[in-house]
């Protein structure tokens, strides 16, 4: 089988359309400090909707209420199996290595055994699914994210994740499949796929947001930094949540003990008549480093 170029054209257009919208628009200000291209990004905030509204959302209700469930579970399970091979380099680069092993572990099994992906055989083996991008891995290494920017069609974003789209597109292994017919196709099965699985979080938000732009962003930025930073609210957090305890945090947890042992020593030097069984024990020095 011959693997036809990826569209590196595309992902530069991407990017160049990204970098004109920041530089024709860096002036617009906004009460968010992470949104200072607000008016751009409602527009096309509006644009993406209307095509939701016109035409993905209807087709994905439709292949939610058809489609029986197992051919959703596997094609989910196929295209999940398929990220995960990105997944697994974009751990490594960012010095995980032990959950990057485990992602390319999971590839060879549900390749294998979960007949090309179809099913998700590393999960119930215990081997845990992660979600990881460039975007993150610059995130990781220190880049920061820049203004929030919202992409025709390709919806929430930020500079920095806009930048590393390029990157992310020439990695996806589906767009080396040949012939276009099968790559296109199965494209629009993935976006139906993934729109569908939202379907009952994106009601109940178009019924409960006031401003459903706000709400995207909002949720959007707080979700990217909990995936760039495992969980932490900061790069420095993340890294003081991985640091081993020092020497000194060792003698503040064992600082109770310290002052325990004055008042019994001398309670026991001033009763020396006192019975041996009475007598306070010496405290128990553990040399076990104690738990964080």
Not at 23 to 40: I, K, M, Q, V
Not at 73 to 78: D, E, L, S, W
Not at 273 to 287: D, E, G, K, W
Request: aromatic share 8%; net charge negative.
């Amino acid at each position: 089988m011959t693997l036809p170029k990826p569209n590196r054209a595309l992902h530069w257009r991407v990017s160049a359309a990204a970098l004109v919208a920041i530089a024709t628009l860096s002036g617009c200000a906004t009460n968010h400090p992470r949104d200072p291209l607000e008016p751009f990004n409602r527009t096309v905030f509006k644009f993406n909707d209307a095509i939701d509204q016109a035409a993905l959302k209807p087709v994905a209700s439709a292949y939610k209420k058809v489609m029986p469930s197992f051919v959703q579970t596997g094609v989910n399970n196929f295209f999940g199996n398929l990220s995960d091979v990105w997944t697994g380099a974009n751990n490594l680069m960012q010095g995980k290595g032990e959950q990057g092993m485990s992602d390319w572990t999971r590839v060879a099994l549900n390749s294998t055994f979960g007949i090309g992906g179809l099913f998700d055989i590393a999960s119930e083996a215990g081997l845990k699914k992660h979600n990881e991008d460039f975007g993150q891995t610059l995130g990781y290494w220190g880049v920061p994210s820049g203004p929030y920017l919202m992409l025709p069609l390709l919806g929430p974003s930020t500079v920095r994740d806009t930048s590393g789209l390029p990157v992310d597109m020439a990695a996806n292994g589906w767009s080396y499949v040949d012939p276009t017919s099968t790559r296109t196709i199965g494209t629009a099965l993935r976006v139906i796929d993934g729109r569908a699985s939202i379907l009952d979080a994106s009601n109940l938000m178009e019924e409960a947001a006031l401003d459903r732009y706000e709400f995207i962003r909002d949720g959007f930025l707080q979700r990217r930094q909990g995936q760039v930073f495992d969980g932490e609210s900061s790069r420095k957090a993340l890294k003081e949540a991985n640091a081993e305890p020092s020497a000194k945090s060792i003698s503040a947890a064992y600082a109770d003990d310290a002052s325990d042992t004055a008042p019994a020593t001398a309670s026991a030097s001033a009763s020396p008549s006192a019975p041996a069984a009475a007598a306070p024990a010496a405290p128990a020095v553990s040399s076990e480093t104690p738990s964080k």
